[in-house]
């Protein structure tokens, strides 16, 4: 099970919906007008002012699938601040948080960095086997890409039974 999948389990009550009153319209406008596109620092600030806006409004799931939707549209810096930003707020959130952040360094081919935060995702509670399934991927990537195999004892210490295993075993 890969991140989308995981995407698509979430309760369809968390969506981020288009609200009609000015507050919160301008969240969708902010997305969808950075469809595609780089993200200027000016507008890497508006975004990282909304993402604060809902937690300082206690809306910590729509924040969430805000930075969520920053991940799936490519952005992956401002992904990384706003998860930053929502942990600080909302610590219940620590390990989803840290789960995509490390998806957010894995788009960006910082293995060893994503499996970091996989890993604190791991000490917080989330999903398990989505985690198993993420840290294989990144140290499979990251053997790819450096031929460095240590990532894949790293896997077959803290999923001694994951789905890889026999992968693993096979790199070392």
């Given at each position: 099970?890969?991140?989308?999948?995981?995407?698509?389990?979430?309760?369809?009550?968390?969506?981020?919906?288009?609200?009609?009153?000015?507050?919160?319209?301008?969240?969708?406008?902010?997305?969808?007008?950075?469809?595609?596109?780089?993200?200027?620092?000016?507008?890497?600030?508006?975004?990282?002012?909304?993402?604060?806006?809902?937690?300082?409004?206690?809306?910590t799931n729509s924040a969430v699938n805000y930075a969520c939707r920053l991940l799936t549209k490519g952005h992956y810096e401002a992904c990384i601040t706003a998860f930053e930003n929502i942990m600080a707020k909302a610590p219940s959130k620590k390990g989803t948080c840290e789960n995509q952040?490390?998806?957010?360094?894995?788009?960006?081919?910082?293995?060893?960095?994503a499996i970091e935060h996989y890993l604190l995702a791991l000490e917080y509670n989330f999903d398990l086997e989505m985690l198993d399934y993420n840290v294989w991927e990144a140290a499979e990537a990251q053997h790819k890409a450096t031929g460095d195999n240590s990532y894949a004892k790293t896997y077959l210490e803290r999923f001694p039974a994951g789905e890889a295993r026999d992968a693993a075993m096979k790199l070392l």
């Open positions: 099970m890969g991140l989308f999948d995981w995407f698509k389990k979430q309760p369809k009550k968390d969506v981020l919906e288009l609200k009609k009153d000015a507050k919160y319209g301008s969240v969708y406008a902010s997305l969808s007008k950075l469809d595609g596109k780089n993200i200027s620092h000016e507008e890497a600030q508006v975004i990282q002012a909304e993402i604060m806006e809902l937690l300082n409004n206690k809306e952040i490390g998806a957010a360094c894995f788009f960006l081919n910082k293995y060893p960095e």
